[in-house]
């Protein structure tokens, strides 16, 4: 049966790869390439679409070389 434990057994749950969260928040942001994302830019502005999917957000990117404009708003 499930139950409510005040822990993890093991210890830290691995956080994710990006801060979402924070460049979430409805600013436009511009990321660069090796500095704050590891993968190409058209990769990386696919993840930003599909995150923005999985939260009901709306995503806008822009790839501008080697960096990725994106802003992230509410659906209406």
């Known amino acids: ?3 409510v434990v005040k822990k993890f057994t ?4 691995k956080k994710g790869k990006y ?6 928040n409805g600013q436009i942001w511009r990321l660069t390439q ?3 994302f590891h ?3 058209e990769a990386f502005r696919t993840n930003a679409y599909q995150r923005a999917a999985r939260s ?3 995503c806008r990117a822009s790839v501008v ?6 802003q992230f708003t509410p659906k209406k």
């Not at 070389?65 to 994106?70: H, L, R, S």
């Open 10 to 13: 093991r210890g830290a749950v």
């Open 34 to 36: 090796g500095v704050d």
């Open 19 to 24: 801060p979402w969260d924070q460049w979430m």
């Open 56 to 58: 009901q957000t709306v």
């Open 39 to 41: 993968c190409g830019p």
């Open 1 to 3: 049966m499930a139950r």
């Open 65 to 70: 070389g080697n960096t990725v404009e994106v």
